[in-house]
Antibody, heavy 120, light 105 residues
Framework: EEQLVESGGGLVQPGGSLRLSCGASGFTFNDYEMNWVRQAPGKGLEWLSYISGSGSAIYNTDSVKGRFTMSRDNAKNSVYLQMNDLRAEDTAVYYC?????????????WGQGTMVTVSS | SYEMTQPLSVSVALGQTARITCGGNNIGSKSVHWYQQKAGQAPVMVIYRDTNRPSGIPERFSGSNSGNTATLTISRAQAGDEADYYCQVWDTNKVFGGGTKLTVL
């Protein structure tokens, strides 16, 4: 079964840092591009960051540029999201999602999400 | 950046057809994907590239895309179809619509 499992969420103070992890299983990980998507409480989905299969290309949405950094370790079948200078508005459930170029870059596998709460 | 507009809510009687729209400038020139998100769960892809249904998604789900509107159609709506539905495209970045809450009456 193709699966993604996020971890690393929790409560952090404003200005603090957190590193999210997403482990993959059931597919050839380095064949796929990966993304992070978040969802604030009661709100819609927001795309955050993309990384190519090799890790050589990374793109971020403007609201997290300079604060969030996506990376991957293909030997560990994992992607990461390093989040610095966290703000209250970063409070959300964070999902990793597999991007399938064979399906026109749709997000065809999603993790269950990990909750990040930024509060003092 | 590219923006897409979805109705906040759509209601449908049990067994009838629901249509959820996603409006955007010349969206017909883009590949539109649709995701279903049930309460407390992660999103699930139900339609990719406008009209394609992944394995495991019922044939009751279909999609279309032309001009300035993409549409997700759910035929013979069931109580289990109650969820939030999001459209998504790839412009300069990946963009989601605001989401539509489907209620089955």
């Amino acid at each position: 079964e193709e699966q993604l499992v996020e971890s690393g969420g929790g409560l952090v103070q404003p200005g603090g840092s957190l590193r999210l992890s997403c482990g993959a299983s059931g597919f050839t990980f380095n064949d796929y591009e990966m993304n992070w998507v978040r969802q604030a409480p009661g709100k819609g989905l927001e795309w955050l960051s993309y990384i190519s299969g090799s890790g050589s290309a990374i793109y971020n949405t403007d609201s997290v540029k300079g604060r969030f950094t996506m990376s991957r370790d293909n030997a560990k079948n994992s992607v990461y999201l390093q989040m610095n200078d966290l703000r209250a508005e970063d409070t959300a459930v964070y999902y990793c999602a597999r991007e399938n170029t064979g399906r026109y870059n749709a997000f065809d596998v999603w993790g269950q999400g990990t909750m990040v709460t930024v509060s003092s | 950046s590219y923006e897409m507009t979805q109705p906040l809510s759509v209601s449908v009687a049990l067994g009838q057809t629901a249509r959820i729209t996603c409006g955007g400038n010349n969206i017909g020139s883009k590949s539109v994907h649709w995701y279903q998100q049930k309460a407390g769960q992660a999103p699930v892809m139900v339609i990719y590239r406008d009209t394609n249904r992944p394995s495991g998604i019922p044939e009751r789900f279909s999609g279309s895309n032309s001009g300035n509107t993409a549409t997700l159609t759910i035929s013979r709506a069931q109580a289990g179809d109650e969820a939030d539905y999001y459209c998504q495209v790839w412009d300069t970045n990946k963009v989601f619509g605001g989401g539509t809450k489907l209620t089955v009456l």
